[in-house]
């Protein structure tokens, strides 16, 4: 497979972690390098929603987890056999290829079975067993095309039929018997320039007459043949080597191994590594949605290193990541906030920086490089720095993020506040959504030693209508807490007018914030100036949780 590199954002992301993916991506394409790849971890919340729509940009690959699957593993380059070839053209092509298998798809290019070499050993030792009289089926076309025979007289060419193999090798009485031993059977027999024997087959009406060491019938002969609607062929090769391409010319539909069942690319490998082991081959078929062969999977491509690879953006903490990124190589990790990641088995590319947005970052790294930044990409860009600075009124604004959002407003022509306050507004509305919808919308995981705790952020122009859903979103908060095994989960709602906030906080019976902490009811918490989750709240609750833990 193709290597992919996945530029993605923490778990249920915010405008500034989903711009950040889609511009960093673009830069790495600009600069040719198409193998990075935009993703998202999670769904659009309705500020990036609008933001996507306003400015027609594409939206990031919706990445929802990265368990180890198929498609990560897989070799696509793998080729395939119709099922009505011979089992000799499979084999030749299996060698060409250097493939230890071979699917084999239908008429409509699905899937059908799988041949493999202990499955054609198997059925091989079972045609050539002198022990047993085995009928072959095939058609006179697979016989004529797998040993390049010479047609002579040919009639039902690809009808496929049952028939038993005799060699005109005794005397003629006795060979005259071995043919009337199968006068109610397809035969196919084997003759050289005996005469004979030639006229004794077309006489007794075999299906196939197949003469050896480049033998041809005589004018008569033919005429005979003719009439008797027997088919003739000439092998170049001896006997011997005939008749075994005769048991080589079976459809490989009927020599593969169909109990063989293939997988997705979508299937994970824990559930696949055990139906790799259980096959004789080690080996399984990959097929899409339509069930056409895509790729394979062997038990020795699980030990290879997945065709994917990550750069992190606007989160470091693997517990805010994609689920199942650590099974997968982190190339860069493009930051604002604290840090908490841990360590990794080889060097990296880390930037991290006290900006207000991961965004700035960004702008910065396209100038850094001199590239020019696309109109589209610089406006969500400047998006992103406003959305995440509160339209540049955050504390944790610096002077870097006001240079680089005035400089994308200019090359872009977009007015700072007008832009600001449009996207706050199309973010701010609560009106009929969920309460599992608001927390969920900018949710994230924090680990403090043993302790864990979830704080999301929504910015609304008024906190009116949080306050009198607040039973609303305390159940939620408590069904959060329950679901991550929290010390308490919080809800930070920031009222964009005034550029303060009020807190809800869902906690265990034990946990108890300061008193020095203005409240206005029960768990319910007003914080003057306080818009900032990472410099304002975290450092606040952390102070606090560390009292608890004592």
Same mark, same amino acid.
């Given at each position: 497979?193709?290597?992919?590199?996945?530029?993605?954002?923490?778990?249920?992301?915010?405008?500034?972690?989903?711009?950040?993916?889609? $511009?960093?991506?673009?830069?790495?394409?600009?600069?040719?390098?198409?193998?990075?790849?935009?993703?998202?971890?999670?769904?659009?919340?309705?500020?990036?929603?609008?933001?996507?729509?306003?400015?027609?940009?594409?939206?990031? +690959?919706?990445?929802?987890?990265?368990?180890?699957?198929?498609?990560?593993?897989?070799?696509?380059?793998?080729?395939?056999?119709?099922?009505?070839?011979?089992?000799?053209? $499979?084999?030749?092509?299996?060698?060409?290829?250097?493939?230890?298998?071979?699917?084999?798809?239908? $008429?409509?290019?699905?899937?059908?079975?799988?041949?493999?070499?202990?499955?054609?050993?198997?059925?091989?030792?079972?045609?050539?067993?002198?022990?047993?009289?085995?009928?072959?089926?095939?058609?006179?076309?697979?016989?004529?095309?797998?040993?390049?025979?010479?047609?002579?007289?040919?009639?039902?060419?690809?009808?496929?039929?049952?028939?038993?193999?005799?060699?005109?090798?005794?005397?003629?009485?006795?060979?005259?018997?071995?043919?009337?031993?199968?006068?109610?059977?397809?035969?196919?027999?084997?003759?050289?320039?005996?005469?004979? *024997?030639?006229?004794?087959?077309?006489?007794? =009406?075999?299906?196939?007459?197949?003469?050896?060491?480049?033998?041809?019938?005589?004018? #008569?002969?033919?005429?005979?043949?003719?009439?008797?609607?027997?088919?003739?062929?000439?092998?170049?090769? $001896?006997?011997?080597?005939?008749?075994?391409?005769?048991?080589?010319?079976?459809?490989?539909?009927?020599?593969?191994?169909?109990?063989?069942?293939?997988?997705?690319?979508?299937?994970?490998?824990?559930?696949?590594?055990?139906? *790799?082991?259980?096959?004789?081959?080690?080996?399984?078929?990959?097929?899409?949605? =339509?069930?056409?062969?895509?790729?394979?999977?062997?038990?020795?491509?699980?030990?290879?290193?997945?065709?994917?690879?990550?750069?992190?953006?606007?989160?470091?903490?693997?517990?805010?990541?994609?689920?199942?990124?650590?099974?997968?190589?982190?190339?860069?990790?493009?930051?604002?906030?604290?840090?908490?990641?841990?360590?990794?088995?080889?060097?990296?590319?880390?930037?991290?920086?006290?900006? =207000?947005?991961?965004?700035?970052?960004?702008?910065?790294?396209?100038?850094?490089?001199?590239?020019?930044?696309?109109?589209?990409?610089?406006?969500?860009?400047?998006?992103?720095?406003?959305?995440?600075?509160? *339209?540049?009124?955050?504390?944790?604004?610096?002077?870097?993020?006001?240079?680089?959002?005035?400089?994308?407003?200019?090359?872009?022509?977009?007015?700072?506040?007008?832009?600001?306050?449009?996207?706050?507004?199309?973010?701010?509305?609560?009106?009929?959504?969920?309460?599992?919808?608001?927390?969920?919308?900018?949710?994230?995981?924090?680990?403090?030693?043993?302790?864990?705790?979830?704080? #999301?952020?929504?910015?609304?122009?008024?906190?009116?209508?949080?306050?009198?859903?607040?039973?609303?979103?305390?159940?939620?908060?408590?069904?959060?807490?329950?679901?991550?095994?929290?010390?308490? #989960?919080?809800?930070?709602?920031?009222?964009?007018?005034?550029?303060?906030?009020?807190? +809800?906080?869902?906690?265990?019976?034990?946990?108890?914030?300061?008193?020095?902490?203005?409240? *206005?009811?029960?768990?319910?918490?007003?914080?003057?100036?306080?818009?900032?989750?990472?410099?304002? +709240?975290?450092?606040?609750?952390?102070?606090?949780?560390?009292?608890?833990?004592?």
């Amino acid at each position: 497979m193709k290597n992919t590199v996945y530029i993605i954002g923490h778990r249920n992301p915010d405008t500034d972690s989903v711009v950040a993916a889609t $511009a960093y991506a673009k830069l790495k394409q600009l600069m040719g390098q198409d193998e990075y790849v935009a993703a998202r971890a999670g769904h659009f919340n309705p500020q990036t929603e609008y933001i996507y729509k306003k400015f027609n940009v594409r939206p990031p +690959l919706y990445v929802p987890d990265l368990i180890p699957k198929v498609q990560y593993y897989m070799n696509d380059q793998c080729e395939t056999v119709d099922q009505g070839w011979s089992v000799w053209s $499979a084999l030749e092509k299996m060698e060409r290829s250097q493939r230890a298998v071979l699917p084999v798809v239908d $008429a409509d290019g699905k899937y059908a079975s799988l041949l493999h070499y202990n499955i054609f050993a198997k059925d091989v030792l079972t045609l050539l067993n002198p022990e047993h009289n085995v009928a072959i089926v095939t058609s006179i076309s697979l016989i004529i095309k797998t040993m390049n025979a010479q047609p002579q007289v040919v009639t039902r060419a690809d009808d496929n039929f049952k028939a038993f193999v005799v060699v005109g090798a005794a005397q003629l009485e006795t060979f005259k018997k071995i043919l009337e031993a199968h006068t109610s059977e397809e035969v196919i027999a084997l003759a050289d320039d005996r005469t004979d *024997i030639q006229e004794a087959c077309i006489d007794a =009406g075999v299906r196939l007459l197949v003469l050896t060491a480049g033998t041809v019938l005589n004018k #008569s002969l033919r005429e005979k043949a003719e009439m008797r609607g027997v088919s003739v062929v000439s092998s170049p090769y $001896a006997t011997s080597s005939t008749m075994m391409l005769i048991y080589y010319s079976t459809p490989v539909s009927l020599m593969a191994d169909a109990a063989v069942q293939p997988v997705h690319p979508d299937d994970t490998v824990t559930n696949v590594r055990p139906l *790799i082991q259980a096959s004789p081959c080690r080996c399984l078929p990959v097929v899409d949605n =339509g069930g056409r062969v895509i790729g394979s999977i062997a038990e020795h491509d699980l030990l290879k290193e997945p065709c994917i690879e990550v750069v992190l953006v606007d989160h470091n903490e693997l517990v805010q990541a994609v689920e199942g990124v650590e099974h997968f190589k982190i190339r860069e990790v493009i930051d604002h906030h604290r840090l908490g990641m841990s360590g990794t088995k080889y060097p990296i590319l880390f930037i991290n920086k006290p900006v =207000g947005s991961t965004a700035t970052l960004i702008a910065g790294l396209y100038r850094e490089n001199k590239v020019s930044i696309p109109k589209d990409i610089a406006s969500i860009l400047l998006c992103g720095i406003l959305s995440d600075t509160l *339209i540049l009124q955050s504390a944790t604004t610096t002077d870097i993020d006001r240079e680089t959002a005035q400089y994308l407003s200019d090359i872009t022509n977009l007015d700072i506040q007008e832009l600001g306050t449009e996207i706050l507004t199309a973010g701010s509305r609560v009106g009929n959504r969920s309460p599992a919808d608001i927390v969920h919308q900018d949710m994230k995981e924090y680990t403090q030693g043993k302790i864990v705790y979830t704080v #999301s952020q929504i910015e609304v122009n008024s906190t009116d209508e949080i306050l009198n859903r607040k039973k609303e979103f305390f159940d939620e908060l408590e069904l959060e807490r329950r679901g991550h095994k929290a010390l308490c #989960s919080v809800l930070l709602v920031t009222d964009i007018t005034t550029l303060s906030s009020i807190m +809800l906080v869902a906690g265990d019976t034990q946990f108890k914030l300061s008193d020095n902490l203005p409240k *206005i009811e029960d768990n319910v918490y007003y914080l003057k100036d306080v818009v900032s989750r990472k410099k304002q +709240l975290i450092p606040l609750l952390t102070e606090q949780i560390a009292v608890y833990a004592g």
